[in-house]
């Protein structure tokens, strides 16, 4: 296994196409062709994390949060990001990172399910999740071996249906040039043939993959086909999602279920601890309180987030509206140990997790 295998493998479930613009996500130290010896996964590195990992045999290092978010001016000892960087390269590390990427895909339903949740939906779409519509032209009798290509390689997946298409019957006119060798009919020739129009959707980041596939199998010497951007964006991806508990809790149950699977002694909570029981909740790894109205919107009875502003919380002190405030570290703790999930798979079971310390204590 290579590291750009380990690439591959969060970019299918996380792909690096969703980052936002600001981040630093992907192979940021190493070479994408080395061989891999084992990996390890954190949340955040420190030159101590550089430090186990290299005695656990590792030879690549994936965090959630970037060591480096903006371009370096100089490396001089004594400085955090120094210090860390001139470790991963005094022992070969290559080194990954997967933030906003993670974050749209896997961080608030891993941490919903942390806290013992089923997702039902994400709460805001994000912009990255670009969608396509690829319309391919077969000859009768070819229509399944492209659709069965084109489904393969990760096409037609509408929400939670796979397998999503729509054909039509046509008339498709062609004159092969000369030196050509068409499939129906002869060169030089007008033809008239039985066609069908095939559509389906194709996330922004499959698109190369999925035609490559499609036109593997397509008869044609020349396929025609036609790629259209949507406006509409892929519903799998954004931030924070609509969760439901497997049954309706009381308020002051459910706060301390959640510090209790989170492993933290403190939260702050804005909005009345008393009252309803709550069932449905909105869940927003990280740093995204601005998903605060999108789950007031979906119905939520409460909402769970990594950080908030003070000025924020008055929002929801003063609607009635139970906000926990959890901390960005531990609110994202379950999107690295998914992370860590994937890449053990893809490496036959062999990954390490390290956990790595907050920059404070709570005191």
Request: glycine share 10%; proline share 6%.
């Amino acid at each position: 296994m290579k590291v750009r295998d380990l690439l591959s493998a969060i970019e299918a479930a996380a792909p690096f196409g969703l980052a936002e613009e600001w981040d630093n996500c992907g192979l940021l130290v190493g070479d994408p062709g080395a061989e891999v010896e084992r990996v390890a996964v954190c949340l955040d590195v420190w030159p101590a994390t550089v430090e186990e990992a290299a005695r656990e045999g590792c030879n690549v290092l994936v965090s959630h949060h970037p060591l480096v978010f903006r371009p370096l001016r100089r490396v001089r000892r004594g400085d955090y990001v120094s210090d860390t960087l001139s470790a991963l390269v005094a022992h070969g590390m290559n080194y990954i990172a997967a933030h906003t990427n993670a974050d749209f895909a896997l961080a608030s339903a891993a941490l919903a399910e942390a806290c013992g949740a089923r997702v039902l939906s994400v709460l805001k779409p994000v912009e990255g999740a670009s969608l396509f519509k690829l319309s391919v032209f077969v000859p009768e009798g070819h229509r399944e071996a492209v659709l069965e290509a084109a489904f393969g390689a990760g096409a037609g997946r509408i929400g939670a249906y796979s397998h999503c298409s729509f054909y039509a019957p046509g008339t498709g006119t062609f004159k092969g040039g000369e030196g050509t060798n068409p499939f129906i009919g002869e060169a030089g020739k007008l033809e008239r043939t039985a066609e069908e129009r095939v559509e389906v959707v194709v996330p922004a980041n499959l698109l190369d993959g999925v035609l490559r596939a499609a036109l593997k199998v397509h008869p044609y010497e020349e396929p025609a086909y036609d790629v259209y951007p949507l406006h509409n964006r892929d519903p799998r991806y954004g931030f924070g999602v609509a969760a439901e508990l497997p049954r309706a809790v009381e308020r002051r149950r459910f706060v301390e279920a959640v510090k209790e699977a989170l492993g933290v002694s403190v939260v702050r909570a804005a909005g009345p601890l008393d009252g309803p029981k709550v069932r449905r909740v909105g869940f927003a790894a990280g740093s995204a309180f601005d998903c605060y109205n999108a789950a007031l919107a979906a119905g939520c009875q409460v909402f769970v987030t990594g950080e908030a502003g003070y000025h924020d919380l008055f929002h929801p002190a003063h609607k009635g509206f139970l906000t926990l405030v959890v901390g960005h570290g531990p609110s994202e703790m379950p999107v690295a140990r998914r992370l860590h999930s994937i890449l053990n798979e893809a490496a036959g079971g062999d990954a390490l997790f390290i956990e790595t310390p907050f920059p404070f204590t709570e005191i």
